[in-house]
């Protein structure tokens, strides 16, 4: 197996698919901003400004963000000094690697592999790395960070870089120990036949054996001390120009000394030549497969971060949406946006996930890429883009610097127009949404709301009217709060409402005005009162109820009809995944 061929293979693919994934984040559309753009001037865009920022004054904010963000890790710092040392510690130890081991073939002495600096280095690096993986995984499968999810991705990043590790120090232990490997270096380096130099090669084993590491049958402790000494002097000879003692290795040798009471074994397997392709081969998918992997942040990261430090509110709205593709990929799963999310507690209640920041990163990647998403999928989606309260906390906190409250508004308009009826879309959490309503096209805006009322209020599809309806005897409806009898129809939470005051004709265009749905509760008429469209225009702002003579909880009742009429709608659609 020729390894060059290998390497070139390797590094191929994984140039190609960062091109490929890279140039495909301009020919991609993701809700609002550039959708419909031609791709052509989506990239004419992202290269002018790019060529524009490095020839202004925001070329020092880029350069101060690299440093800072990228290099020192200032954004993680902030937040948790143990997840700051985990990722310093992974970052730099395998970039060392990467860099002095794995790709110091093309540019570095092969001969110096084994002296110092280089040797002791390789060794400080390997167990830097061990380090943060140890702090990796104490984070998610021993301490269990509250809302912090592990998926598919996670376990390949975390197995892939664990097993690069791990391998090349066993195989570095096992290489010590190997007496196959030692007869291979004496011949093939040193120039000396066990046949032809006895004496010197003896010496060699038994001086190896005792400072190194080597493990030889029949050679052991008590040594020949005439015989070290011929063996020391040999070592002088020979060796010590291209190889310091292994103990200038401490996890490999460490590492050997935990491998030699199966020394022989191994070595009769021939184990260090398995693992050495083990390795190699661990090391080449994990570059090929980089590009499609979460590993691709490596790359995706610090470009967001530079981004968003030089890209505003003045951006063009193609780079905006080039920009917020790229977010996507430099999401790393870390969960810090869902530790501080204000929606969370929605979590707990519904038992979806993708209210949770973090998670739902996961799913709009592949909504954004063209994969297809189930309806469960699509509806849970939804309900997570809209259970939102666009608090912006995640923004703050977000280490990899991705404009989330942005990307919440720009996608959730995307997902709710594919996905189904979306109850939350008429609830005061989606108040946001109407704030930004210039932004989006009219249909676009009214769609959703047409299709929730539709599917809850019950007024245009009869099927759906039954399932809205709320029956205040029933054991649901006890959460209704039953002032609504006391009503006696003096119009003053009518007078006083906003949304009633908005429309010239109320009562035609909300069907009930507030008080004649607290009538129509009290006369029994439930199914009149729930198909009401005042339930849902209602803002919540509790008016009504502070105005009312009578002490009413006008609000609170809406708002409860609501909540009974969007749970009687899920019971029915789980009624029909049922049957």
């Given at each position: 197996?020729?390894?060059?061929?290998?390497?070139?293979?390797?590094?191929?693919?994984?140039?190609?698919?960062?091109?490929?994934?890279?140039?495909?984040?301009?020919?991609?559309?993701?809700?609002?901003?550039?959708?419909?753009?031609?791709?052509?001037?989506?990239?004419?865009?992202?290269?002018?400004?790019?060529?524009?920022m490095l020839f202004s004054k925001k070329i020092f904010s880029a350069l101060w963000v690299f440093l800072a963000d990228v290099l020192l890790q200032r954004r993680i710092l902030t937040q948790s000094f143990t997840r700051w040392a985990m990722h310093?510690?992974?970052?730099?130890?395998?970039?060392?690697?990467?860099?002095?081991?794995?790709?110091?073939?093309?540019?570095?002495?092969?001969?110096?592999?084994?002296?110092?600096?280089?040797?002791?280095?390789?060794?400080?690096?390997?167990?830097?790395?061990?380090?943060?993986?140890?702090?990796?995984?104490?984070?998610?499968?021993?301490?269990?960070?509250?809302?912090?999810?592990?998926?598919?991705?996670?376990?390949?990043?975390?197995?892939?870089?664990?097993?690069?590790?791990?391998?090349?120090?066993?195989?570095?232990?096992?290489?010590?120990?190997?007496?196959?490997?030692?007869?291979?270096?004496?011949?093939?380096?040193?120039?000396?036949?066990?046949?032809?130099?006895?004496?010197?090669?003896?010496?060699?084993?038994?001086?190896?054996?005792?400072?190194?590491?080597?493990?030889?049958?029949?050679?052991?402790?008590?040594?020949?001390?005439?015989?070290?000494?011929?063996?020391?002097?040999?070592?002088?000879?020979?060796?010590?120009?291209?190889?310091?003692?292994?103990?200038?290795?401490?996890?490999?040798?460490?590492?050997?000394?935990?491998?030699?009471?199966?020394?022989?074994?191994?070595?009769?397997?021939?184990?260090?030549?398995?693992?050495?392709?083990?390795?190699?081969?661990?090391?080449?998918?994990?570059?090929?497969?980089?590009?499609?992997?979460?590993?691709?942040?490596?790359?995706?990261?610090?470009?967001?971060?530079?981004?968003?430090?030089?890209?505003?509110?003045?951006?063009?709205?193609?780079?905006?949406?080039?920009?917020?593709?790229?977010?996507?990929?430099?999401?790393?799963?870390?969960?810090?946006?869902?530790?501080?999310?204000?929606?969370?507690?929605?979590?707990?209640?519904?038992?979806?996930?993708?209210?949770?920041?973090?998670?739902?990163?996961?799913?709009?990647?592949?909504?954004?890429?063209?994969?297809?998403?189930?309806?469960?999928?699509?509806?849970?989606?939804?309900?997570?883009?809209?259970?939102?309260?666009?608090?912006?906390?995640?923004?703050?906190?977000?280490?990899?610097?991705?404009?989330?409250?942005?990307?919440?508004?720009?996608?959730?308009?995307?997902?709710?127009?594919?996905?189904?009826?979306?109850?939350?879309?008429?609830?005061?959490?989606?108040?946001?949404?109407?704030?930004?309503?210039?932004?989006?096209?009219?249909?676009?805006?009214?769609?959703?709301?047409?299709?929730?009322?539709?599917?809850?209020?019950?007024?245009?599809?009869?099927?759906?009217?039954?399932?809205?309806?709320?029956?205040?005897?029933?054991?649901?409806?006890?959460?209704?709060?039953?002032?609504?009898?006391?009503?006696?129809?003096?119009?003053?939470?009518?007078?006083?409402?906003?949304?009633?005051?908005?429309?010239?004709?109320?009562?035609?265009?909300?069907?009930?005005?507030?008080?004649?749905?607290?009538?129509?509760?009290?006369?029994?008429?439930?199914?009149?009162?729930?198909?009401?469209?005042?339930?849902?225009?209602?803002?919540?702002?509790?008016?009504?109820?502070?105005?009312?003579?009578?002490?009413?909880?006008?609000?609170?009742?809406?708002?409860?009809?609501?909540?009974?009429?969007?749970?009687?709608?899920?019971?029915?659609?789980?009624?029909?995944?049922?049957?």
């Open positions: 197996m020729n390894l060059a061929v290998l390497v070139y293979v390797a590094l191929a693919i994984c140039i190609l698919g960062l091109f490929i994934k890279k140039l495909s984040l301009f020919f991609r559309d993701m809700g609002i901003y550039a959708s419909g753009e031609p791709k052509a001037r989506r990239i004419i865009s992202g290269i002018t400004g790019f060529w524009g310093m510690l992974i970052f730099y130890g395998f970039s060392y690697l990467l860099v002095f081991h794995a790709l110091a073939v093309f540019f570095a002495n092969p001969d110096e592999a084994y002296l110092n600096p280089w040797l002791f280095l390789r060794n400080v690096a390997g167990v830097m790395v061990l380090a943060g993986l140890c702090i990796a995984f104490a984070r998610r499968f021993i301490i269990k960070v509250p809302r912090l999810k592990t998926n598919g991705q996670d376990y390949y990043a975390l197995a892939l870089v664990a097993l690069i590790i791990v391998s090349g120090l066993v195989l570095e232990g096992s290489k010590m120990t190997s007496q196959r490997v030692f007869v291979d270096m004496v011949e093939n380096w040193a120039g000396l036949s066990v046949e032809d130099d006895e004496a010197e090669v003896k010496g060699l084993e038994a001086y190896w054996s005792k400072h190194y590491g080597l493990k030889v049958p029949g050679v052991k402790a008590p040594f020949d001390e005439e015989m070290l000494t011929e063996g020391g002097y040999a070592n002088e000879t020979y060796c010590a120009s291209c190889h310091v003692s292994n103990k200038w290795a401490p996890a490999g040798y460490v590492t050997a000394k935990i491998l030699s009471p199966i020394a022989g074994p191994l070595d009769r397997a021939n184990a260090p030549h398995i693992l050495y392709w083990i390795h190699v081969l661990t090391c080449l998918l994990g570059l090929a497969y980089l590009p499609f992997s979460k590993m691709l942040h490596i790359f995706s990261t610090p470009a967001s971060l530079v981004a968003n430090a030089v890209m505003g509110d003045e951006s063009k709205p193609e780079n905006l949406a080039t920009k917020q593709l790229l977010e996507l990929e430099a999401c790393t799963h870390c969960g810090t946006c869902s530790l501080t999310c204000s929606a969370m507690m929605g979590y707990y209640a519904t038992g979806n996930p993708l209210i949770l920041p973090a998670e739902k990163m996961q799913f709009l990647k592949k909504f954004a890429w063209g994969r297809k998403l189930s309806p469960k999928e699509m509806d849970a989606l939804a309900e997570g883009m809209y259970v939102c309260t666009n608090c912006d906390r995640c923004t703050v906190v977000c280490p990899s610097g991705i404009e989330l409250k942005r990307l919440w508004l720009s996608v959730r308009e995307a997902v709710i127009q594919k996905g189904a009826a979306q109850p939350n879309v008429l609830s005061p959490l989606s108040w946001f949404r109407g704030l930004n309503r210039e932004k989006l096209p009219a249909e676009a805006y009214n769609e959703p709301v047409k299709k929730a009322q539709e599917a809850l209020a019950g007024r245009f599809d009869e099927i759906m009217a039954q399932d809205a309806v709320v029956e205040l005897g029933s054991e649901a409806s006890k959460s209704v709060d039953p002032t609504f009898a006391s009503c006696f129809g003096c119009q003053t939470c009518t007078t006083v409402c906003p949304v009633a005051g908005n429309y010239e004709n109320p009562g035609k265009r909300l069907g009930l005005v507030p008080h004649q749905i607290m009538l129509c509760l009290a006369m029994g008429q439930d199914e009149m009162a729930s198909g009401a469209a005042m339930i849902w225009e209602c803002v919540t702002c509790y008016q009504c109820q502070e105005n009312c003579p009578q002490n009413v909880g006008v609000a609170d009742v809406l708002y409860s009809l609501k909540n009974l009429a969007a749970k009687n709608l899920e019971q029915r659609k789980a009624g029909q995944k049922a049957a």
